[in-house]
């Protein structure tokens, strides 16, 4: 049996390697028109599971959720600059499932997908500083 502090490294580990696929596959596709629509949802996917990751390491519980806004608000009580430093990747929530099925989806327009990519890229840097990795 692992030591306690062990186990959550090695969750916080799996939850940052998971985040990390779903960020790179952003940033292959992220210049093909046709692609947009997984684009946004793979963004969506790593900066939600970037912020998993860092309430993971700080012992804090989430509910299964794929809401980035729930996520920053139960950061806020222990990693306050986090939490303020990435108000902007609110804007995600709506790619978390939605955008994998068909009718009732938001929409993504040409552009969605560089800021998509920026809002997942500022969350990585900011977790992986707070993690300090």
Known sequence: MQPPEEAVDALVAEWVRKADLDFQTV?????EDAFRDIVVFHAQQAAEKYLKALLTKRQLEFPKTHEIRRLLELLKAS?????EAL????????F????????????????DE?????????????????LAL
């Open 79 to 83: 990693d306050h600059g986090v939490a």
């Open 114 to 130: 560089r800021r998509a990519l920026q809002l997942a890229e500022r969350t990585r840097v900011a977790v992986t500083k707070a």
């Open 27 to 31: 940033v292959r596709l992220v210049d």
């Open 87 to 94: 108000p902007d990747a609110k804007w995600l929530d709506p």
């Open 96 to 111: 978390g499932v939605d955008i994998r099925y068909p009718s009732d989806r938001p929409e993504t327009i040409p552009g």
